[in-house]
């Protein structure tokens, strides 16, 4: 069973679906630990109502970015995971955390990265006039949103869509595509390479990802 540690900051919807996903028993995986830098971030109790233990750690309590990582390097740590997952975490992480967890660290972004790094992803696809718009799970590297691409969920843009309908449309997505991608990793179907190549049964992914597309 790989172990798998969740880092959240807000709702935990991701984290949700990912322990919906590993409650039917075909993944070889469980969460171990649900660790949030806001205490109050209501995924901690989507946690404790699955029996997971859980963790608070305010960034609030550190004096700059690097004290803060460090510890809660040393706290994931302690819970020997093998894979760390980004679930909704609002933290710039330092190229030590990064370095630290290099190719067993996954982020989820709501846009079909690289367009729209950063915030405000609908709205801006929006405003650019896409016709396609989605989410990107892919694996953490000191470049914000710029790590090897896994997998893109693909949706259209709706002439009736606003940023708050296709957020709600696109977290549909997320909480497709970020269970299989966590079940490739835990079935040891997925890899990344030391050139940053990312490997799906051997076989090198497009720069793109695997495109899964949304009906």
């Known amino acids: 069973m790989k172990r798998l540690v969740v880092l959240i900051s807000g709702s935990g919807s991701n984290l949700q679906a990912i322990l919906d996903y590993l409650a039917q028993g075909t993944c070889p995986a469980q969460v171990t630990a649900v660790i949030s830098n806001k205490s ?16 608070s750690l ?5 004096s700059s970015r690097e004290a803060f990582d460090a510890e809660l390097m040393t706290l994931i740590d302690s819970q020997h995971p093998d894979l760390v997952i980004l679930a909704g975490f609002m933290r710039i992480l330092t190229p030590e955390f990064t370095r630290h967890y290099s190719g067993r660290l996954f982020n989820i972004h709501p846009s079909l990265l690289p367009k729209y790094k950063g915030l405000n ?13 989605g989410a990107t799970v892919h694996f953490v590297t000191e470049e914000l949103d710029g790590g090897p691409l896994i997998v893109q969920g693909q ?3 709706n002439p009736e869509d ?12 997320e ?6 991608a966590i079940d490739w990793y835990c079935c040891d179907r997925l890899t990344l390479s030391p050139d940053g190549t990312v490997l799906l049964d051997n076989a090198s992914l497009p720069s793109t990802g695997h495109i899964h597309r949304s009906s």
């Open 162 to 173: 606003n940023p708050d309908s296709l957020a709600q449309r696109v977290h549909i997505l």
């Open 58 to 62: 305010s960034h609030k309590d550190f």
């Open 40 to 55: 109050d971030a209501y995924g901690l109790e989507r946690a404790r109502n699955a029996g997971i233990p859980t963790f």
């Open 121 to 133: 992803t609908h709205q801006r696809a929006i405003e650019a006039g896409d016709k396609l718009h």
């Open 175 to 180: 909480h497709q595509i970020y269970p299989m």
């Open 155 to 157: 949706l259209d843009i």
